[in-house]
Nanobody
């Protein structure tokens, strides 16, 4: 069982930056692939980024590539999402997720590939 707690959301102006954190419980964090998703009001949850258990590989949705960076610190049981050049359309609740199943990173765009979810953190980008 893994419990995930996101933090770092807030209100930021367009062009600004935020770093989200997701702290995981449990001693097996390093065995999980991790992902970030987001959900805007009235929209489906969408994939943002995923990172391998080692942190050596990452995968992004095209629209966020170059602006967002996912990373992890297995010693701290934490995964991060650095978000730069934020736009109003990035406004959403951001969720982290953990998967104990092994796939190619591109498969983690599907929410069904993840086993555990955090409660989400709100990011609001003003124009």
């Amino acid at each position: 069982q893994v419990q995930l707690v996101e933090s770092g959301g807030g209100l930021v102006q367009a062009g600004g930056s935020l770093r989200l954190s997701c702290a995981a419980s449990g001693r097996t964090f390093s065995r999980y692939a991790m992902g970030w998703f987001r959900q805007a009001p009235g929209k489906e949850r969408e994939f943002v980024a995923a990172i391998s258990w080692s942190g050596g590989s990452a995968y992004y949705t095209d629209s966020m590539k170059g602006r967002f960076t996912i990373s992890r610190d297995n010693a701290k049981n934490t995964v991060y999402l650095q978000m730069n050049s934020l736009k109003p359309e990035d406004t959403a609740v951001y969720y982290c997720a953990a998967s104990n199943r092994v796939y190619s990173l591109s498969y983690y765009t599907d929410i069904d590939k993840f086993d555990y979810w955090g409660q989400g953190t709100q990011v609001t980008v003003s124009s």
